[in-house]
């Protein structure tokens, strides 16, 4: 039987080798790969994760080879991510406490979210892929912290790169509110790597200048005093594997990362890269 991969992406734009990179491994496994999204709309990539000639402002440097902007551009115009599995009408979303009624609906919701565990039997892993859309709405989505505490207490790995690392340092269980990557070591987009200005989405015309928050200060905190944030500046790759988990820093670390799940999936890989 192939594995099956859920890949989530945000709908207001994914880092075009930031999905390449994962997929390709998968693909070269004879995974089946299922793309969702925040309300089922379709995924775009980020114009410049598709421009060879684009130079990342931190950097420097162009941060997309001539191949990868033909292969990423090529999967972004395929119909590979045209009707992606929307967690909006999948999960259902937590009701306020000041609602009529509460006692009733969130008794109902603890039902339906339980059934998550039964829904996600036939997916070997998850992955969250980076770009800043995933600020938007996969970073304080209540749904995505829902699913990524099924896989959880399924003991499948999660993938997540870059900004999509947020997602694991927000997503909590509501009694304790610690963070599941708390005690952890991941990776993450580091302070060095954040623009001063010129933060983009999709479908949004606006530049948001500097990031919303620093990424790697959010990681330092939500790993605790046992864990840990690794940056690993000044070295071109950046992935940590601390099991459940595999994080990628940003878009050098995409293949690499991609590599690495499968490791885990295939081989057992337990620890890398720390």
């Known amino acids: 039987m192939p594995r099956n991969i859920l890949i989530l992406l945000s709908e207001y734009g994914y880092w075009g080798e930031e999905l390449l990179g994962p997929l390709t491994a998968f693909d070269e496994r004879g995974y089946q790969s299922v793309f969702a999204t925040a309300t089922g709309k379709r995924p775009k990539a980020l114009p410049p994760s598709l421009d060879p000639g684009y130079i990342d402002p931190p950097l420097g440097r162009a941060v997309t080879t001539p191949e990868v902007a033909v292969a990423a ?5 395929s119909d590979r991510l045209d009707t992606p599995t929307s967690l909006a009408e999948w999960i259902p979303d937590r009701p306020y406490f000041s609602e009529d009624g509460f006692i009733r609906k969130i008794e109902a919701y603890y039902r339906d979210i339980a059934r998550l565990d039964e829904q ?9 892929v980076g770009g800043s859309g995933p600020i938007v709405d996969l970073a304080n989505n209540g749904r995505v912290h ?3 505490l099924a896989f959880l207490r399924a003991g499948k790995p999660i993938l997540a790169e870059c900004y999509g690392v947020a997602c694991l340092a927000f997503a909590r269980d509501w009694e ?4 599941v990557i708390w005690g952890k070591h991941v990776t993450g987009h580091c302070k060095e790597y954040d623009y001063k ?3 983009g989405f999709i479908g949004v015309d606006f530049n948001m200048g500097p990031p919303p928050y620093p990424l790697e200060y959010i990681l330092r905190d939500a790993t605790g005093p046992d864990g840990r944030y ?3 500046v000044g070295k071109e790759t950046s ?3 601390d099991y459940p988990f595999v994080t990628g820093r940003s878009t050098p670390d ?5 590599q690495k799940l499968v490791e885990v999936l295939e081989s057992g890989l337990r620890r890398y890269g720390w």
């Open 197 to 199: 200005d010129g933060t």
């Open 146 to 148: 829902e699913l990524i």
């Open 120 to 128: 996600i039997e036939d997916y070997d892993a998850l992955t969250i």
């Open 230 to 232: 690794h940056g690993n």
């Open 176 to 179: 304790n509110r610690e963070s």
């Open 73 to 77: 551009r090529r999967l972004d115009e």
């Open 239 to 241: 992935v940590i594997v």
């Open 254 to 258: 995409s293949f690499l990362s991609g």
